[in-house]
């Protein structure tokens, strides 16, 4: 909603101002080399009318780029933060209250990542639903937001090639699905709507 209403105002200012206040760029964010953390990123850069790309290497940890407006970019690295913050959180939890007695180390591990995964799968339904009641309650916005995506897909395309990413099977689990699901958007908003500072807990 806070995404609508901000591409309706931008939407009031000419284009070469738009360009100078909101351009268009490439951030770089790195993170735990993993698939569910870049699966993660991308499912809130589709959200947040960015794209992503990534870069891994044995020893060096996992590169998350972002192309996007400078806004956006801004909006997917807050969700980025406290998203992956409760759903490792869940994770652990989950794997904590295995049983060891049915379940091995190996076992336990490979469960806590398909959890982590599922739990993605279910922030990606709950980011659609978000999506489709903004579109119809407040249409104008939402068409403007579409605007900007096809923007960025159109700079990005122009600008930049990619190579082909890689991923892994893996099965799904209702108790990681549904932790996804609660993840709270407004994990860092203050009661009157300013973001608090983060990872000071």
């Not at 933060?81 to 049983?99: F, H, K, M």
């Not at 709950?126 to 579109?135: F, G, H, M, Q, V």
């Amino acid at each position: 909603r806070m995404m609508a209403a901000h591409a309706i105002e931008m939407a009031q200012i000419d284009l070469d101002k738009q360009a100078e206040q909101d351009p268009m760029e490439r951030q770089d964010m790195k993170v735990p080399a993993s698939v569910w953390r870049r699966r993660l990123a991308n499912t809130l850069a589709q959200h947040c009318n960015c794209r992503t790309a990534y870069h891994s290497a044995h020893g060096s940890g996992q590169h998350i780029y972002m192309y996007g407006h400078r806004t956006d970019i801004e909006v997917l690295r807050y969700l980025y933060e406290i998203c992956e913050r409760q759903i490792e959180q869940s994770a652990r939890s989950y794997v904590n209250g295995l049983d060891s007695y049915y379940y091995d180390r190996g076992q336990k591990k490979s469960m806590g990542n398909d959890f982590r995964r599922s739990a993605v799968d279910g922030l990606r339904t709950k980011l659609d639903e978000i999506r489709k009641d903004t579109e119809q309650e407040n249409s104008e916005g939402f068409a403007l937001v579409i605007g900007r995506k096809e923007r960025v897909n159109d700079w990005v395309n122009q600008n930049y090639t990619f190579g082909s990413g890689s991923s892994s099977r893996y099965s799904h689990n209702d108790a990681g699905y549904s932790a996804g699901r609660r993840v709270s958007l407004s994990a860092g908003m203050s009661s009157s709507g300013s973001t608090k500072r983060l990872g000071g807990e």
